[in-house]
């Protein structure tokens, strides 16, 4: 049974925003790193953001730091990722990640850190 479950993805045009969520199921409490990562046809993954959990600091990929915010629920139980001003390169499947190992008190944009993955969810943004 997947421990994580996103939600949210979906098409819009550029310059939209969209908020992905992940169900994470209480794996949020024991993992020290989660994040998002994306693929897009024919590239490799991505590390898009991460979430430090007990330090709560936050980590972006470069090209999307001041449009992008990595956030956790805590009622919901979710970590979210709200998309904002939206381009076409920010399309492709988005990855819950948890179970991730930090490397001090930060949580890399690096796949191989993480143990535990959702199935991903759709983002299509056109121009």
């Known amino acids: 049974q997947a421990r994580l479950v996103e939600s949210g993805g979906g098409s819009v045009q550029a310059g939209d925003s969209l908020r992905v969520s992940c169900l994470h199921g209480?794996?949020?409490?024991?993992?020290?790193?989660m994040g998002w990562f994306r693929q897009a046809p024919g590239k490799k993954r991505e590390g898009v953001a991460t979430?430090?959990?007990?330090?709560?600091?936050?980590h972006y990929l470069g090209s999307v730091k001041d449009r992008f915010v990595i956030s956790r629920n805590n009622v919901n139980q979710t970590l979210d990722l709200q998309m904002n001003n939206l381009k076409p390169e920010d399309s492709g499947i988005y990855y819950c990640?948890?179970?991730?190992?930090?490397?001090?008190?930060?949580?890399?944009?690096?796949?191989?850190?993480?143990?535990?993955w959702g199935q991903g969810t759709q983002v299509t943004v056109s121009s």
């Open positions: 990640a948890g179970v991730g190992r930090p490397v001090g008190d930060s949580c890399r944009l690096w796949e191989y850190d993480y143990k535990e």
């Open positions: 209480g794996s949020i409490y024991t993992s020290n790193c």
């Open positions: 979430f430090t959990n007990g330090h709560y600091k936050t």
